[in-house]
């Protein structure tokens, strides 16, 4: 298909010629720039004439490596394991991952100096000649999407301006084992991220400025699932999603756990919602048709029907509650409904249904555009009656009149993870890509499984303006720091 191919050739074409004199103010280090101007940045191949028809992928100069290329970042400064240009030109099993073909193709590959210069420049920090290193500047400001990637126990960091990943984050606490970083979340004041691992034990805090561990907690071994945080910014609650699940409450601040929900309190419990005051939290039960309400402070915990005349119960396959989501005003608040398809408004005084809004196949995750006054939720096993080979939607309510006015069917696979950027009018989309049956890899990856990738879309147009920006193994939640 056209669009596996543009995705195998996005970092390189199958054009590259011979020894080409070198390009004067490249801004690359002399030790970079003699190989990418003499192998790569050829007539026909990735110079500023013909990059256009080489993946989009422009090697004259540092400047425009660090604009992309059709299919988004080709080198990720730190992550030599993530950066195809280096993948894709590596022939030697001493430095990683090496793929075919070999590039430059049909030509000799580079030599073993060659390529260990562009490993060590990407380990580095991919610097220009001057030492500056891509997206360095205005870190403590600097808007960022978080991207979790459940198969190679990574994060994504996504500059917000330029939409290119601009690093990767390993986390997770025990080496060697993968712990499926499930969920993300930014604190309300951007400062700090926390992750949650659904085959882990710990809970993470890290600096939204430097991107760094900062502290963990020991919650206990569990699937933990959805994290979120109190308005104040000063606890958080997550779901331990087991048939005798568990919510553990956490203080953000010293980062400790403050209780245990546990002793058969929750079946499955999942999506988590605060109230305005913050002292109430709803929480669905994954498999059944309802919610718990919980007051911390009493404590009490309700048992919440979200079908009208029918009892609070756990019976799976009919509703399924997934996710659940206040309204920027709080009077009403949203649950997917992945069994029935189906959006469920109720009304946050009362905690009774209001409306039923029929979606497409599994919905599952939210977000909210409050420029904009709508929500946007990913179907994720969607037929796509625009592109039949993908798979997967996105749903758009209007939040006033309660009613669908879009339908989203980008070239999605397994969408999940969303997130709006209302600042520049933006909602980023994660597809999973995790069946077999979906688009092929640009590239494998480290630690095995299949690559997903994002959508960017721009909500003034509702058209996808980045389509297929891949990442690594299976993109699974989404959050952003303004």
């Known amino acids: 298909m056209k669009c596996i191919l543009v995705l195998i050739l996005a970092c390189f074409s199958i054009a590259c010629v011979k020894y080409k004199p070198a390009i004067e103010n490249s801004n690359f280090p002399p030790e970079v720039q003699i190989i990418f101007t003499n192998k790569c ?29 059709n299919t988004g970042a080709c080198a990720i400064p730190f992550s030599t394991t993530q950066s195809s240009l280096l993948l894709f030109t590596n022939t030697y099993p001493e430095f990683g991952v090496a793929i075919e073909p070999s590039m430059p193709l049909n030509q000799p590959p580079l030599s073993k100096s060659e390529v260990a210069t562009i490993k060590n420049w990407i380990e580095r920090g991919c610097p220009n000649k001057n030492g500056d290193i891509p997206f360095a500047t205005h870190a403590s400001t600097r808007s960022k999407i978080y991207i979790t990637n459940q198969g190679c126990d990574l994060v994504s960091v996504v500059d917000a301006e330029t939409q290119l990943v601009m690093r990767y984050i390993k986390v997770g606490h025990e080496p060697g084992i993968i712990e499926l970083p499930h969920n993300i979340k930014v604190s309300p004041d951007g400062k700090f991220w926390y992750v949650c691992f659904a085959n882990g034990a710990y809970f993470e805090k890290y600096d939204a400025t430097t991107d760094s561990l900062l502290e963990s907690v020991n919650i206990s071994a569990g699937a933990w699932n959805v994290i979120k945080i109190s308005p104040d910014g000063k606890q958080a609650f997550i779901s331990d999603l087991a048939s005798n699940g568990r919510l553990a409450e956490v203080n953000l601040q010293t980062m400790t756990l403050t209780k245990m929900w ?154 999940h993870g969303l997130v709006v950027d209302d600042a520049r009018d933006l909602l980023f989309v994660a597809s999973r890509n995790a069946n077999v049956s979906g688009p092929a890899p640009h590239h494998i990856s480290e630690c095995g499984g299949r690559n997903g990738y994002f959508h960017v879309i721009d909500l003034n147009i509702m058209q996808s303006i980045i389509s297929g920006s891949e990442i690594s193994v299976d993109p699974y939640s989404m959050d952003i720091r303004n």
């Open 262 to 415: 546990s002793s058969g309190l929750f079946s499955n419990p999942h999506g988590i919602a605060y109230s305005q005051t913050g002292d109430t939290v709803y929480v669905t039960a994954q498999y059944g048709n309802m919610l718990y309400r919980i007051i911390p402070s009493i404590p009490q915990i309700d048992n919440i029907s979200i079908q009208k005349g029918i009892a609070p119960n756990l019976i799976s396959n009919i509703i399924d509650p997934h996710e659940v989501l206040m309204s920027p005003d709080y009077s009403k608040y949203f649950i997917t409904c992945q069994a029935s398809h189906e959006l469920r408004v109720m009304d946050a005084k009362s905690d009774t249904l209001v409306k039923i809004i029929s979606l497409g196949t599994t919905p599952l995750e939210m977000a909210i555009s409050v420029k904009k006054n709508q929500l946007y939720v990913t179907c994720q096993e969607d037929n796509n009656t625009l592109y039949p080979f993908f798979k997967g939607s996105v749903y758009v309510v209007d939040i006033n009149t309660l009613s669908v006015t879009n339908t989203l069917f980008e070239k999605f696979y397994q969408p």
């Open 41 to 69: 940045a050829t007539a026909g191949c990735h110079n500023s004439k013909s990059y256009s028809n080489a993946g989009g992928l422009d090697l004259s100069s540092w400047e425009s490596l660090f604009r992309g290329t």
